[in-house]
């Protein structure tokens, strides 16, 4: 009674095993018969251009929050800058405005996706107001660094002699001085002017972030979390 049990046990495996076995050749048939292999390759075509297009969106958003980090730094380098005094200001902290966002941004093409009125006042801001304001940082630094130069080696100079630097190097420190002064306050005078007004404005209107936030379909690939600077 046993041995028959186990062997009808056996073969009610072997039968559901052949069964099921029928089965997935009848579905793999389907998948690899002309028909079956037409609608294999149009659902592989569909799922990598819907896989490119999600991966471009998820690259050209991340684009767009790094220009805008980009603009609100610059923008807190300037406020930062006007507001400093002479001798918070060197030519160690001069500033200097960050552009490679914004050429990334040329050569991707992903500037171009910005609404064209938007794209044409961060377009100007950087060029030409960002790239003359670093230009002219960077003359203005090295007439500072010029005078403070000389300070320092007629310091130098006096202190190997065993000359009190204070009084034989006054000329020095008096034109340091009032290279610092008058330089700190034109490069705040420029900055505020030129600079500061219009990245304030494009940072009020360029928020790409909440453009995010506000997205189902970008918070479910990308999340709700941010930088302090993008809020």
Not at 129 to 153: A, C, D, P
Request: net charge neutral; hydrophobic share 40%; glycine share 4%.
């Amino acid at each position: 009674m046993l041995d028959s049990i186990r062997l009808f046990e056996k073969f009610i495996g072997i039968y559901f095993s052949y069964n099921t076995f029928l089965r997935m050749k009848n579905l793999l048939s389907k998948f690899f018969n002309k028909n079956g292999l037409i609608v294999t390759l149009l659902l592989g075509l569909i799922v990598s251009v819907v896989a490119s297009r999600i991966e471009n969106l998820i690259q050209k958003q991340r684009y767009l929050e790094l220009l805008q980090i980009e603009i609100r730094t610059n923008y807190l380098t300037a406020l930062r800058t006007i507001n400093a005094t002479a001798s918070e200001l060197s030519t160690q902290t001069f500033p200097y405005f960050s552009t490679a966002v914004y050429e990334a941004g040329l050569e991707s093409g992903y500037i171009l996706t910005i609404s064209p009125l938007l794209q044409s006042q961060i377009m100007s801001i950087y060029n030409p107001f960002l790239q003359e304001t670093n230009h002219f940082v960077k003359q203005q630094s090295m007439i500072v660094e010029e005078y403070n130069r000389g300070w320092q080696k007629c310091v130098f100079e006096q202190t190997l002699e065993s000359n009190d630097p204070s009084s034989f190097c006054a000329k020095e420190k008096q034109l340091k001085e009032f290279a610092d002064q008058v330089i700190t306050s034109e490069l705040k005078q420029y900055i505020s002017t030129s600079v500061e007004k219009e990245l304030q404005e494009i940072s009020n209107k360029f928020n790409p972030t909440q453009n995010r936030l506000k997205s189902p379909l970008l918070r479910l690939l990308m999340g709700t979390e941010v930088l302090g600077i993008q809020k």
